[in-house]
């Protein structure tokens, strides 16, 4: 398999000056410690999720800041000698937090899925393992549906070429509704996936990155942006890498979207003619998944990538970038662009950060979270921004934080040491076919039947030529009808998900055959006969 160059996000020293020019912090006191993701919180502080390193022990990072960046609380999570990581966050409807990242709890030689949910104090209220099929697995990002559950993405669930880019639809208790696999096209390579995206049509983009075979290139593949919309059935509405012909190498981080639901993301471009390198680059799709426009923001850069992207309430873009320009000078700054690309201003810092997180304030600030680096160890960095692209004031104004939690919080460790295991059956309908039937007996019957319905529910979509199949593992409901030989409905009845058996008494019904089958999300998803003696 074909491994892609990487696009290494770059560090220089840095001296640790608490008084740096403007909103800019940074974190001295949580030494070794790399900064993932930052959201703003219900109170208007801002939460830094990422890992923290002690030795051979990897642990899940937590920080909590006021206004100003002034840390409030922090928490690590994990187990001595053990590897837990935080990737991304959200926060969650009743002001927790639900994280995703990757843990070795169950095996020293390999990771599998990390998914945990706080309360508004930081303490756990669940956390699950999901135990992968193949090794060396992890959740990428999640987001919430509504009040419902969540959408989990991971990568490399199962061992395969295909097989990289998941969705797990999971309940509000992290159990899987439903698990569906993408990107499964032979001809793709490298698929990997890093970010999802709500979409305001009740759908989800993914944005990953894949190797493809351009045809401007003879028999050679070059990596691409891949897009993947999908509803909330997991149903795929397109799944494409980003211009299929048109030999542009492009590599996708985050993307946005506009009030159209048209697609930008921040990511690179390679360039394949003079002045070679790669730049920081934002690309627009269209909402039916055609690529629009390209725009290098760094066009003389030698390395050089576009790590976040977010929109100010004036309709311009705001992208925090790295790159490397021709004196191997290494920089990170902020472009802002309209929404074609024209680029309207930038700020370049005094120092080199890599930045991985941003969000923009309930005032349309612009909040960035990320990792710096000095005398061999990683530290955690934030810096604020107003739309203008300067640094923002310091806030007086009193505000009330962590008013959820009853309690002072305290800064401590929490072990992971009670996580509940999932086991994810994804093969076991392909193994064992007979749990995705309905089953009748006894056949024949004169007085009552049982009908045992399916462990599993199948549903297979199609989009843009692609078909998929997707397991699902729990559901509100189905409709169970049936009807003799000559299309009569002799009986039709909702039967709640979590139903094993159902009896009906046939004990009136003409003697003959019938049909009984199950529909799910208008779809006959199971069918079976039998006989009335």
Known sequence: MKKKTLILIFFVFVSFNLYSQGWMKIYPDS????????????????????????????????????????VLWKKSYGLPLKMNQFFSSRVTLDGGLILTGSTNNLSTTCTDPLLIKLNGCGEKEWCKIYNAQGCNSWT??????????????????????????WLFRLDNLGEVIWAQVYATDPGWN????????????????????????????PNKKIIKIILIKVNLAGETIFEVPWGTDNGVYSDGRLSTIDSKNNIYTAGRRARTMEPYGDSPCLFKTSVSGEPVFY???????????SSTINWFKDSTLALCSQWRDSLS?????????????TLLNQITFSDNYGIYGSSITYNNRLILGGTGYASGNF?????????DLEYDSVYTTPFTYDSLCPHPIVSDTIPLDDCEVVVVGIDDPGQHPEKTKLHVYPNPASQVITVEMPQYLIKTSGGSGITATTYY??????????????GKLMYSQDIPGKTEKTE????????????????FMNEVTGTVKFVKE
């Open 473 to 486: 593992h729990q559901w509100k409901s189905v409709r169970l009808d049936v009807f003799d030989l000559f």
């Open 504 to 519: 009906l008494d046939i004990s009136s019904w003409p003697v003959g055959m019938y049909i009984a089958r199950i529909v």
């Open 329 to 341: 000078t290494d920089t990170t700054g902020v472009f802002k662009t309209d929404s074609l690309g």
């Open 140 to 165: 990428k990002d999640v987001d919430l549906v509504d009040d419902s559950g969540y959408l989990m993405l991971l990568d490399r669930w199962k061992s395969g070429q295909e097989e990289m880019i």
């Open 379 to 387: 530290f955690g960095v934030a810096i604020k921004l107003t739309s």
């Open 295 to 305: 725009r290098d923001l760094k066009p003389f850069s030698s390395l050089g990538i």
């Open 31 to 70: 030494m070794d410690t790399e900064i993932h993701t930052v959201r703003e919180h219900y109170d208007k502080g801002y939460v830094f999720s990422g890992e923290r390193y002690e030795g051979w022990s990897y642990y899940g990072f937590l920080m909590k800041t006021d206004v100003n960046g002034e």
């Open 190 to 217: 490298s698929e990997l996936s890093h970010s999802i995206l709500k979409t305001t049509d009740n759908c989800f983009v993914i944005t990953g990155e894949t190797y493809y075979p351009d045809p401007t290139y």
